[in-house]
């Protein structure tokens, strides 16, 4: 019988969410962590985005985190400085364009972060502009369609400067540094 292994590993920015690279000269999961050959990430996070990734050998895992809605919060560097106002049309859900069709997101959690949250820097850091200011806002979505956070901050009028996925539902990166992996017995 298969022994089925979880990890969770704090994807940095720059590296594929796949374990070959189809164009050569990028890097990919297997060139952060020795993974299993076998273990393959549930979901994905584009390779300019960062955070908590979730892989393993159980296929029966995929269909439990991807379908059922779990809890995914993100949290967001955005450019300027939204009001409460400015998050309401995430907290409704909105019109966006995913792929070349309509497509409205369900309603998601959206609120300003105060102080902003200690991340380990990103490498490279992102462009700073001192006569731009900056915020941080989480997101909660329980879907997650392509490229999705990024378009919906856009759609609002604050475009993502930097995009963290922190947590997948009781799955958080506290205590992880980027390319850093934590075993777990279950999902």
């Known amino acids: 019988m298969a022994r089925f292994q979880y990890f969770i590993l704090y994807k940095p920015f720059n590296v594929l969410t796949q374990f070959t690279d189809p164009v ?6 297997g060139d952060v962590y020795p993974f299993p050959k076998d273990v393959y990430p549930i979901g994905r996070l584009d390779e300019d985005s960062e955070g908590l990734l979730l892989l393993t050998n159980d296929p029966a895992m995929n269909k439990v985190w991807l379908d059922a809605g779990v809890e995914k919060e993100y949290y967001v560097q955005v450019e300027g400085i939204p009001k409460e106002s400015d998050l309401q049309p ?7 364009r995913i792929k070349k069709k309509a497509f409205r997101t369900l309603p998601a959690g959206a609120r300003l972060l105060q102080p902003a949250p200690v991340l380990p820097e990103r490498n490279p850091p992102i462009r700073f502009r001192q006569s ?3 915020a941080w806002i989480a997101i909660t979505l329980r ?3 392509n490229r999705q956070v990024r378009k919906m901050t856009a759609a609002i009028g604050f475009p993502t400067l ?3 996925r922190w947590r997948m539902g009781p799955h958080t990166l506290e205590g992880l540094e980027p390319g850093q992996v934590r075993e777990l017995k279950k999902l």
Do not use: I, S, Y
Request: aromatic fraction near 0%; charged fraction near 30%; glycine fraction near 18%.
């Open 24 to 29: 050569g000269g990028k890097m990919t999961l």
């Open 143 to 145: 879907e997650g369609k």
């Open 162 to 164: 930097r995009l963290v």
């Open 90 to 96: 995430l907290r409704q859900g909105l019109e966006l």
């Open 132 to 134: 731009v200011p900056d």
